[in-house]
């Protein structure tokens, strides 16, 4: 992924779907899944300025009240499609 078009939307959909990926279930696995994918860019080289990784990093935890939602429209019956789901 290049700078120009890494930006704060595309982080976001990347740890969203991470997130849904890894059960993401708090905001502090949340913020923890955010620390580790802003550190892989940065170890790639993608992301400079110290100060606007700080405001960037502080942009995408806010992003855990829009993945809340998002998760929390799951209806019962979709986990009980799935086939890991435990069976009551």
């Given at each position: 992924m290049n700078l120009d078009?890494?930006?704060?939307?595309?982080l976001l959909q990347e740890i969203m779907e991470l997130a849904r990926v890894q059960g993401v279930t708090s905001q502090e696995m949340?913020?923890?899944?955010?620390?580790?994918?802003?550190?892989?860019?940065?170890?790639?080289g993608e992301l400079g300025d110290e100060e606007n990784t700080s405001i960037l990093r502080q942009t995408l935890y806010m992003g855990w009240m829009e993945y809340e939602l998002l998760a929390g429209e799951?209806?019962?019956?979709?986990?009980?499609?799935?086939?890991?789901?435990?069976?009551?």
């Open positions: 078009t890494l930006n704060s939307g595309e949340w913020n923890n899944l955010c620390n580790e994918v802003l550190e892989s860019h940065e170890q790639l799951e209806s019962l019956d979709s986990i009980d499609e799935d086939p890991r789901s435990p069976r009551g």
